[in-house]
């Protein structure tokens, strides 16, 4: 286990195993915090991103680092991960390269789909294959995003 500060003060265990994703947190949207960790529940803590994720290293050897499209570091357990996921070509201007998703559970990637391919593969998990660009391939894509919705796991909460 280790512990980190929760906003308020309160320290907060977490088994290093059950990470799925470390990332700093969307400035301004949560009061206090630094870093969201990512496991069957959300944990939103006031230790830097980078401290948790060297925190949780040694206890989850198929911890991988990719880079967000805004370019800051992503950390997740890439053994558990299913991609790289296709994004067409609107989404690849938005700066949302490739991706990885956790059931449902879609994370964007500034990350090239080869880069997210080989992080799957080093820890032992089975990537998905890398589709080349075309009309077909954006249309059979779109149809199946649509068919199988994904949550944006960064989209912030409406009010």
């Known amino acids: 286990m280790i512990s980190l500060t929760l906003p308020n003060g309160v320290s907060v265990q977490i088994e290093p195993a059950d990470v ?61 991960a299913e991609g790289p996921v296709y994004m067409g070509p609107l989404e690849r201007a938005r700066g949302n390269i ?19 391919a080989d992080a799957i593969a080093s820890a032992g998990g089975q990537p998905g294959p890398i589709l080349p660009d075309g009309f077909m391939t954006t249309v059979v894509q779109t149809f199946k995003n649509w068919m199988t919705p994904m949550n944006d796991w960064d989209k912030p909460p409406t009010q």
């Open 98 to 116: 490739s991706g990885f998703r956790f059931g449902k559970d879609l994370t964007y990637v500034g990350s090239s789909a080869q880069e997210v």
């Open 20 to 80: 799925l994703r470390i990332r700093h947190e969307v400035p301004d949207l949560y009061a206090g915090c630094n870093t969201r960790i990512d496991t069957t529940k959300i944990f939103r803590v006031i230790e830097n991103a980078s401290a948790v994720a060297d925190m949780v290293r040694p206890f989850l050897p198929t911890m991988r680092e990719l880079k967000l499209p805004g370019g800051q570091p992503v950390w997740f357990n890439a053994k558990m």
